[in-house]
């Protein structure tokens, strides 16, 4: 209750989702770097979900990293 006796209102969430994600929509990949594959994921800002992408599983780090380029080129993320 507030000092007039009037409901508070509640809190949003809203700060503290614009300091761990300022961009107001967009695309996001995720990388789960492990020491035989890479896990990637692609998440909406707006929607605020994530989901699996592709598992990476080539042995030679410039294989992993070209995938990755390709990635990049072919989704445009607005953040990594």
Do not use: Y
């Amino acid at each position: 209750m507030t000092e007039d006796g009037g409901q508070s209102k509640p809190q949003s969430d809203n700060t503290l989702s614009s300091a761990l994600c300022p961009l107001s929509s967009g695309t996001l990949l995720a990388f789960d770097f492990g020491i035989k594959r890479i896990g990637v994921a692609v998440g909406n800002t707006l929607l605020r979900r994530a989901n699996p992408l592709i598992t990476i599983h080539d042995e030679k780090t410039d294989a992993r990293f070209a995938k990755i380029a390709n990635l990049l080129a072919e989704w445009q993320p607005s953040a990594l």
